[in-house]
C-alpha cells in the first residue's frame, strides 16, 4: 500500500489546516493511506544547536517518516501573503545538513493544499512553497489545485469537513496525487 505522509503547517488547536488534513486521511482512496506527522515541538533552527547538540528528536522523527513515505501532502496556512514561520522553520530542520536533502526530499512526489478564513483559500502561501519544493529537488504534483477560503463555514463544530464543494475536490485531488505517487514509486 501506498503511504503518504500529511503535514499540517500551524500549531493551533483548532487549525483549519490540521482539520483538512484529517478530512483527507478518510477522502483518501483505497490502496493508499495517510499518515498524519506533526510540526509540533520542533524548535526554531539554530546551526549552534545543530553544531552543539545535533538534531532535536521531533526533527529526526520527522525526517524518517518522510523518508519512509511514498510522498509528502503539505497543507499550509498563509500568514502575510507568505509561508507561516513555524512551517517553513520546521522544512528547514528537515533540510539539513544539506547533503541529506536528497534522501529525504529528492524526487519525493509532494503536493500543497491549504485553508483560511480569508477570501484568497492560501492561493499565495501554496505558490510561496513552490521555489522551496523546486530547490528541494521534490517532484511537483500540480493535477489539481484546492484552495479552501472562508474556512470557517467548511467545517463543523466537532471540526468535520462538511462543505461539499471542497469534499468533492479533495477526494479528487487525492485520487489524482495518489495515482502520481503509484506511478512514482514503481
Ligand atoms: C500573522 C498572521 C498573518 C496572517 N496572514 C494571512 C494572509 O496573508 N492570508 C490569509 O488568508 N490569512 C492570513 N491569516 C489568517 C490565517 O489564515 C488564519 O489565522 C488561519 O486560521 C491559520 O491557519 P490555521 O487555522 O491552520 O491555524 C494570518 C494570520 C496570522 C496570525
Avoid: H
Avoid at 509532494?110 to 505558490?127: D, E, F, K, W, Y
Amino acid at each position: 500500500m501506498a503511504k503518504i505522509v500529511g503535514l499540517a503547517g500551524s500549531l493551533r488547536r483548532e487549525s483549519f489546516n490540521t482539520k483538512l488534513l484529517r478530512a483527507a486521511t478518510e477522502l483518501v482512496p483505497a490502496g493508499t493511506s495517510i499518515e498524519v506527522a506533526t510540526i509540533e515541538g520542533i524548535p526554531l533552527y539554530n546551526e549552534d544547536v545543530e553544531a552543539e547538540q545535533g538534531f532535536p528528536a521531533p526533527v529526526t522523527k520527522l525526517k524518517e517518516q518522510i523518508v519512509a513515505a511514498d510522498g509528502l501532502l503539505l497543507v499550509t496556512p498563509e500568514y502575510n501573503n507568505s509561508v507561516p514561520g513555524v512551517f517553513k522553520n520546521a522544512i528547514d530542520w528537515l533540510s539539513r545538513p544539506a547533503k541529506d536533502i536528497p534522501r529525504v526530499f529528492g524526487d519525493k512526489p509532494v503536493t500543497i493544499i491549504g485553508a483560511t478564513p480569508g477570501p484568497g483559500g492560501t492561493r499565495l502561501s501554496q505558490a510561496a512553497w513552490l521555489p522551496i519544493l523546486r530547490l528541494l529537488g521534490t517532484r511537483l504534483w500540480s493535477g489539481k489545485q484546492l484552495y479552501v477560503a472562508s474556512a470557517g463555514q467548511a467545517f463543523d463544530a466537532e471540526g468535520k469537513l462538511t462543505d461539499e464543494k471542497v469534499k468533492k475536490v479533495l477526494t479528487d485531488l487525492l485520487s489524482g496525487f495518489a495515482k502520481f505517487v503509484d506511478q512514482s514509486s514503481r
